[in-house]
């Protein structure tokens, strides 16, 4: 699977949106991207994934370039809550495929 | 909500004891996942399952790790003996298998911290 590179740190503005960016720049044709989340002392939260077009859901939007090499995770709204380390992930396809995770993008949503 | 059940949260056991967890996957996921994490740092699979056969084990340190699902419902993945750099939070998934072409997400559990000291 290919590998991502993702800032280590950034903060957001609580209601400000928080855009968190990723480079893929060596992902395949069949490979998709992930997002997920930790927060601290808990297991990762699956937030969204994509191919090639942008996906939106409950959570949060997924902005993938047209040359598929970067895409961006937006937060829409952030709050407190949304303190966390990102991990964005890129993922063949098939059950067998696990899911190989960085170092992520701490983000910190500052009052 | 359906939840991986991991126990237990916390252990605490001396370098060269045993120390065992235990996953409960969500009910009907047939794919199983432990994973490491050593603090500052992102997730390491180490064994994953397909029912009760291994699917991949390539990153388990055989020698002291092993890791068995024998009815293809819960997990125990067992460490003997530990050893200081042992110490990580542990943690579980489990995912549907998915029809083909198409994807499922993990679900993860809340992870055992273990401190070998």
């Known amino acids: 699977d290919a590998k991502t590179t993702q800032p280590t740190s950034m903060d957001c503005a609580e209601g400000r949106a928080a855009n968190l960016p990723c480079n893929h720049s060596?992902?395949?044709?069949?490979?998709?991207v992930y997002w997920y989340r930790q927060i601290h002392s808990q297991g990762p939260q699956y937030i969204i994934h994509?191919?090639?077009n942008n996906e939106t859901n409950e959570m949060a939007s997924l902005i993938i370039t047209e040359d598929r090499k970067s895409s961006t995770l937006i937060l829409p709204h952030a709050t407190l809550r949304d303190t966390a380390v990102y991990y964005c992930?890129?993922?063949?396809?098939?059950?067998?495929?696990?899911?190989?995770f960085g170092s992520g993008t701490q983000l910190t949503v500052l009052p | 909500e359906a939840e991986v059940a991991q126990s237990p949260r916390y252990k605490i056991t001396e370098k060269s004891q045993a120390v065992a967890f235990w996953c409960d996957p969500i009910?009907?996921?047939?794919?199983l996942y432990w994973y490491r994490q050593i603090l500052g740092q992102g997730p390491e699979l180490l064994v994953q399952f397909q029912d009760e056969s291994v699917v991949d084990d390539s990153q388990l340190p055989k020698d002291r790790f092993s890791a068995e699902r024998l009815k293809g419902v819960d997990s125990t993945l067992k460490i003997q003996p530990a050893e200081l750099g042992d110490s990580a939070m542990y943690l579980c998934?489990?995912?549907?298998?998915?029809?083909?072409?198409?994807?499922?997400?993990?679900?993860f559990g809340q992870g055992t911290r273990l401190t070998v000291v």
């Open positions: 992930i890129v993922r063949g396809k098939g059950s067998a495929r696990q899911l190989t």
């Open positions: 994509g191919l090639k």
């Open positions: 009910s009907g996921h047939a794919t």
């Open positions: 060596t992902i395949s044709g069949n490979e998709y």
């Open positions: 998934a489990s995912s549907l298998n998915p029809p083909t072409g198409k994807h499922t997400e993990a679900f």
